[in-house]
């Protein structure tokens, strides 16, 4: 199975990122530093809006 990239906006600040669909580390955003997604062992616990899945 492929691993997919998203595109997600942060619900503080409204920068937009993409993140890796499996993270092994937290996640923050780039500008504000809110966590966006937690790795959980396969998929991340996303924390944010998700804009699409590329």
């Not at 990239?5 to 669909?21: D, G």
């Not at 966590?35 to 899945?53: D, H, S, W, Y």
């Amino acid at each position: 199975m492929k691993s997919k990239f998203i595109k997600v906006r942060c619900s503080k600040c409204k920068n937009e990122q993409i993140i890796f669909e499996k993270p092994a580390t937290i996640i923050k955003c780039l500008v504000c530093e809110k966590v966006l997604a937690e790795p959980r062992g396969g998929k991340a616990k996303i924390k944010t809006n998700v804009l699409e899945i590329i």
